[in-house]
């Protein structure tokens, strides 16, 4: 094995058919300056053979090779020894849950099962509904059903327009549609809602695998288990393992097939008071949890009432929100998700020996009452009775249907598992992919694993939650952004600084809506706080930043589902947020958001830099997303996916003058030095004391790292730092960021009086 992981930073990697390339060999260029900059390990996004053109490469469409448009085997064989030789090491991120199907030709797994169904060697390969139409598998690929009439033969293809099937030997006389019905196979309208697989949530393009089959399993993972037996990876990094069958089932065999000194991290994402089941055999998870409790204490909550009265003005009731959430589960499982709950169903009814015709919806309310992704971790075998027994007592009618499904869940299998899949899918549709986008009083924290009704995260709350993954889980990854945060770190940054100006936010926002009156006020004050996220400090509006501001607003305004949505989009509306976007972008509003940002902006910086620095040494493993050792403005992908330049990067570490990266280099170089401490050390918590002292949050790591950073900035500016003292240990004390020396008792005016944190090293002389 190579090299222990330290810390990480997530590269984007991509073919030349995306668009633009960034392959192994761009990677291994970049590795003096990873190297410069104290990364130990790079962290590659899914290398595995994707769907031709993908952007991300989370459609694998051939597990068994790495892509050809990366730089193949060969490419990886390369970027492995070049960062060896420099001893550093790879994380890889591997996609078990499904495959992209999105174009069949691609996939040979995928297009054998649909040109010889059930006897295909691949059919246990992945989840498909084989009842739902006579043993023939569900495609919803048409616009219509009508479009069967228009499908022609073209000789061992059925093809439509681009779409082009295979057809089972010996059956293609005939004419199109006479062809189809001998298939395997049934294509079907995408409106019906009916599927014959089990998706990644709701995204027909990429089908779930059976990886609870042994010889599934064997077959997905051949080439990641070579990576490992030839030295080429130290880690992995799984992606959504909550929708497999088993998902603790399926990590003990990967530990078993990468062996006891790998590092696996899984995306987990857990709820606010859930615990990570402490039985895995893995380091942890990608770093939510890590993610809401670090940008979590910059939020100042004294800004809650004003803000919840600005959203209230606007006429979203804020104490509804639970209520809101419970009808948009319940219309994830039974609208967007409605075949998987057919399915599941069945599969009770099958099971328990009968049926209701209230189970439908008995599914749905008792979805309602369960807030994690799934709970049949044994750590959390208590979640299911308790839901079992709220959805109860809210609707006794329920009683009967509950009987049944608890009949069926008794005998474990089938029924179980599936319900389990569908929570989580109900889950992420209902929470991450709509709630978060109606959700406007301080967009920050509408981010994975968040919980924006809780207004921040305190002190002591932040405290416990590092001492105990200290000790639990102290090689969990730690990050502020990843591929899929709804914002980049910067942007929540700046947007949470609103948490400390809510009367002068209100004030603006106020006058904008008369300058430029949104077509909706919710709408409005949800987009404000993201044009304000990202609002360049210049102010100058360039093609590149409109384009990307009305990107993301369809995408937010479709997410949310209020007026308009993706799969019935009201061109009206989206046409009057477009315009008002351009008339934000070219009016007046622009001098006046230009005027905030310039105003407000020293505070956002201060709680960037200070929640980069605590992401960076807070118990756990860091990872530096693509990019992010600068200032960086990103939104939701595809934002967060452009070109990143390095020459900047390159440059700026050399000077060492950008604030952000002389905390993020000097923070990783002193990782390196003290790999025990860091990896094994005790978190424990320092207190300042004075009138200022609720504006430090500071912690030692073992026997010798301090860090010390400011919040609540803008009070702060107000009434100064005053009497404050940070509370030094014994010993003589050195900022690795300034070069000042500090012993004992140390004013906090003048800890502070270079950047707005420290990150201290006891001095062994």
Known sequence: MGFPVLSSYRLQL???????????????????????????????????????????????????????????PEGLARLSAAARARGMGL????????????????????????????????????????????????????????????????????????????????????TGPEVHDRQHYRLVGWKNGVVGYRRFFSITSLA???????????????EVARWFREGLVDGVRIDHPDGLSNPGGYLVWLRELVGDQAWIVIEKILGVDEALEPTLPIAGTTGYDVLREVGGVFVDPQGKPALTDLVGSAGVDYEAMPALLAELKIKAATDTLGSELSRLRRSIAATAGGDDPLLPDTIAALLTNIDVYRSDYPGLAALLPAA?????????????????????????????????????????????????????RLVSLNEVGGEPHRFGVGAAEFHQSAATRA????????????????????????????SQVPSLWAEF?????????????????????????????????????????????????????????????????????HG??????????????????????PHAASDALGQKLLALTVPGVPDVYQGTELWDDSLVDPDNRREVDYEVRRAALNELQHPKIRVVTTALRLRRAHPDTFLHGDY????????????????????????????????????GWGNTVVPLPEGSWTDTLSGAVASGPTAAAQLFSDLPVVLLERDRG
């Open 14 to 72: 991509r073919g030349a058919s995306s668009g633009f390339a960034f392959t192994f060999a761009d990677a291994e260029k970049l590795l003096d300056y990873l190297d410069d900059l104290g990364v130990t390990h790079l962290y590659l996004s899914p290398i595995l053979s994707p769907t031709e053109g993908s952007a991300h490469g989370y459609d694998v469409v051939d597990p068994t090779t790495v892509s050809a448009e990366l730089g193949g």
């Open 91 to 174: 994380v890889v991120d591997i996609v078990p849950n499904h495959v992209g199907v999105d174009k069949p030709q691609q996939n040979p797994w995928w297009w054998d099962v649909l040109q010889h169904g059930r006897d295909s060697a691949y059919a246990r390969y992945f989840d498909i509904d084989w009842d739902l139409s006579d043993g023939r598998i569900v495609l919803p690929v048409l616009g219509s059903d009508d479009d069967v009439a228009d499908l022609t033969v073209d000789g061992d293809l059925l093809r439509l327009g681009d779409l082009a099937f295979p057809i089972a030997p010996g059956t293609g006389d005939g």
């Open 208 to 222: 779930g695998l059976r990886q609870e089959d042994r010889a599934v399993f064997d077959a997905c993972h051949a």
């Open 388 to 440: 079992l027994a709220e959805t109860e007592a809210a609707q006794p009618h329920l009683g009967p249907a509950l009987q049944i499904l608890a009949a069926a869940l008794a005998r474990g299998g089938e029924p179980a598992t599936r319900l389990q899949q569908l929570c989580g899918a109900v889950t992420a549709k209902a929470v991450e992919d709509c709630l978060f986008y109606r959700d406007a």
């Open 471 to 498: 000790r639990l889980w102290p090689q969990t990854m730690t990050t502020l952004t990843t591929h899929d945060t709804k914002r980049g770190e910067d942007v929540r940054a700046r947007i949470g600084v609103l």
């Open 509 to 577: 926002v106020s006058r904008w809506e008369s300058l430029a009156p949104p077509p909706d006020r919710a709408t409005g004050q949800f987009l404000w706080q993201n044009i304000f996220g990202v609002w360049p400090l210049g102010g100058e509006v360039t093609p590149q930043l409109r384009d990307r501001l009305h990107g993301y607003a369809e995408k937010a305004i479709r997410e949310a589902a209020w007026h308009t949505t993706w799969n019935d989009p009201d061109t009206e509306f989206e046409d009057a947020v």
């Open 580 to 601: 008002w976007l351009d008339r934000v972008l070219d009016g007046p509003v622009a001098n006046e958001l230009t005027k905030l940002v310039g105003q407000l902006n």
């Open 684 to 719: 424990i918590p320092v207190l300042a004391h004075g009138d200022a002292s609720e504006h430090v949050l500071a912690f030692r790591r073992g026997e010798d790292i301090l860090v010390a950073v400011t919040r609540w900035t803008v009070r702060l500016k107000d009434i």
